[in-house]
T-cell receptor, first 113, second 115 residues
Framework: DAKTTQPNSMESNEEEPVHLPCNHS???????IHWYRQLPSQGPEYVIH???SNVNNRMASLAIAEDRKSSTLILHRATLRDAAVYYC??????????????FGKGTHLIIQP | ETGVTQSPTHLIKTRGQQVTLRCSSQ?????VSWYQQALGQGPQFIFQ???????GRGNFPPRFSGLQFPNYSSELNVNALELDDSALYLC??????????????FGPGTRLLVL
């Protein structure tokens, strides 16, 4: 899977929007963009994924740049429970899942009350 | 809907011993993946099981092995434990399909300490 680059950490205030960036300049046309997060002392949790168009679900929104070389995970109104490590992962839709998810170090999101 | 469960939650072993970790998949899922997460790092893929066979493997030696049972539950076995095997071991279940659309559901993990 192609490589992704994320900031090591970000800080935001409670009840404000949070924009988490991810760069993936070597993305291929068949790569889906997935986001997972890991709360303290828990296993990772799926957040959202998309291919080309922006996506919304109950947890977050995913904004994908027109050239697909970057994307942004948007938490519309952060709560203390959103403090976690957020991972941006590319997955090639031509391949089966047999190679697993490739996690980097992710972005450690800190939420201030 | 029952989520992914893992047992035990914590385990302490000594170097050279063998360990078995267990995972119950989320209801309806037929694929299970195992990951190792060292402190301060992201999870690393160990292997995946589908239809009771190992379907893919990361960069882990053969002393890491597994099983998947007809009810889709799974075991991870590690032989000849080394100090570096100390980590959080995560199990994830999913429905087999193309990687792009597959969503993995993780359990809470088993924390293994090797002394």
């Amino acid at each position: 899977d192609a490589k992704t680059t994320q900031p090591n950490s970000m800080e935001s205030n409670e009840e404000e929007p949070v924009h988490l960036p991810c760069n993936h300049s070597t993305i291929s046309g068949t790569d889906y963009i997935h986001w997972y997060r890991q709360l303290p002392s828990q296993g990772p949790e799926y957040v959202i994924h998309g291919l080309t168009s922006n996506v919304n679900n109950r947890m977050a929104s995913l904004a994908i740049a027109e050239d697909r070389k970057s994307s942004t995970l948007i938490l519309h109104r952060a709560t203390l429970r959103d403090a976690a490590v957020y991972y941006c992962i590319l997955r090639d839709r031509r391949r089966g899942g047999a190679d697993g998810l490739t996690f980097g170090k992710g972005t450690h999101l800190i939420i201030q009350p | 809907e029952t989520g992914v469960t893992q047992s035990p939650t914590h385990l302490i072993k000594t170097r050279g011993q063998q360990v078995t970790l267990r995972c119950s998949s989320q209801s309806g899922h037929n694929t299970v993946s195992w990951y190792q997460q060292a402190l301060g790092q992201g999870p690393q893929f160990i292997f995946q099981y589908y239809r009771e066979e190992e379907n893919g493997r990361g960069n882990f030696p053969p002393r890491f092995s597994g099983l998947q049972f007809p009810n889709y539950s799974s075991e991870l076995n590690v032989n000849a434990l080394e100090l570096d095997d100390s980590a959080l071991y995560l199990c994830a279940s999913s429905l087999w399909g193309l990687a792009g659309d597959e969503t993995q559901y993780f359990g809470p993990g088993t924390r293994l300490l090797v002394l």
